[in-house]
């Protein structure tokens, strides 16, 4: 059920390197772009008279921006993902599943669109849940918050290259210990230093994976 050695040799055996690189760039952009906008934000906010603590401030705001990005990165993995999505399950069923390949036309813009309104709700609940970190639960919270997004998901893009968006939502519910548990697995790879910036691709073949060793209604 769950593709752990799969995943990884798929990146080599579908020719998804160049994929997985240029994800890694996109990821590395990213972070770095929401960390400095903040940081900078936050900086012209508030203004100190002493340059010395000034300078200090921002540094400050900084390490805590980064911090919080950290943990918002699991939010952001879809919208990197929509953005190889097609090309990366297209290449998968290639290599593995030619008998599934799907001849309609790719739609970037509707699924890269729907992916932008995934990241902004998950970032708006992953923000809700910040001050529970304050009374020491925040960290479980959003483990199982996230992995029920990103399982789900990502396990409706693999499905979805296959049925329609509620039958692909009905065959997740019927398969919930899969798409959660490897929802799970995709959070831990987003909290994983390195490992995480590779997660938008990996998480993609997973759930390609996943999806074919399911028994089909």
Wanted: a positive charge; proline letters at 4%; zero cysteines.
């Amino acid at each position: 059920m769950y593709p752990f050695i799969l995943t990884f040799q798929s990146i080599i055996k579908a020719k998804l390197i160049s994929l997985l690189l240029l994800s890694v760039i996109v990821a590395v952009v990213l972070i770095l772009s929401v960390v400095f906008f903040a940081t900078y934000i936050s900086a012209d906010l508030v203004s100190l008279d002493d340059s010395w603590l000034d300078q200090a401030f921002t540094w400050f705001a900084g390490l805590i921006f980064g911090v919080v990005g950290w943990f918002m990165l699991p939010a952001f993995v879809p919208l990197i993902a929509g953005m190889f999505q097609e090309k990366v399950i297209y290449k998968v069923h290639k290599h593995y599943y030619p008998n599934y390949l799907n001849q309609d036309d790719i739609k970037f813009w509707p699924d890269f669109i729907h992916d932008l309104k995934f990241t902004l709700k998950s970032l708006l609940l992953n923000l809700i849940i910040l001050p529970l970190y304050l009374i020491g639960i925040g960290f479980v919270v959003s483990i199982i918050l996230n992995s029920y997004l990103l399982g789900r998901e990502f396990f409706e893009s693999a499905a979805g290259y296959h049925m329609q968006k509620n039958k692909a939502q009905l065959f997740g519910n019927q398969n919930k210990a899969a798409v959660y548990g490897g929802g799970l697995v995709i959070t831990g790879m987003t909290l994983t230093p390195v490992l995480n910036l590779f997660v938008p691709i990996i998480a993609t073949v997973w759930m390609v994976h996943v999806y074919h060793s399911l028994k089909k209604p």
